[in-house]
């Protein structure tokens, strides 16, 4: 339990810089451009995310759902401002679901996450 109280609490302390790196390395696997805008934007929506993911592993699973509900909705009419197509923002998908995988299994390894509980921190994401 130790260990997903550190992981909880560096994910939440460091929110803006993995935010920062992760925005960094997911913008080149884009098969299009991206403006600083929307990569000043993302890094935002990241640090957010990840203050929320670190919260959340503190919290019952209900809260959890509940919270992302509310992150994905703000996010999305975030996306719906810029005047994006969804097909624009969908493409990212993939590619930012395993850089995040990537960084939040680096996190759990360098804190000695059981395997068990690091799993169920990427179904969380």
Do not use: C
């Not at 997903?4 to 997911?26: C, F, G, P, Y």
């Not at 993911?53 to 509940?66: K, Q, R």
């Not at 810029?82 to 850089?99: A, H």
């Amino acid at each position: 339990m130790e260990s997903i109280l550190n992981v909880a609490k560096h994910l939440t302390e460091n929110a803006q810089s993995l935010s920062n790196t992760i925005v960094d390395d997911i913008v080149p696997t884009f098969p299009h451009s991206v403006s600083q805008q929307e990569i000043d934007q993302a890094k935002i929506v990241y640090t957010e995310f990840l203050e929320f993911l670190g919260a959340s592993l503190l919290n019952a699973e209900e809260h959890v759902h509940t919270e992302l509900v509310k992150w994905s909705k703000k996010n999305g009419e975030l996306q719906a401002a810029l005047g994006q197509p969804i097909s624009t923002v969908i493409v990212r998908y993939p590619s930012t679901r395993s850089i995040f995988i990537d960084h939040l299994t680096a996190v759990s390894m360098a804190y000695r996450l059981p395997a068990l509980e690091m799993i169920n921190l990427i179904k969380r994401f």
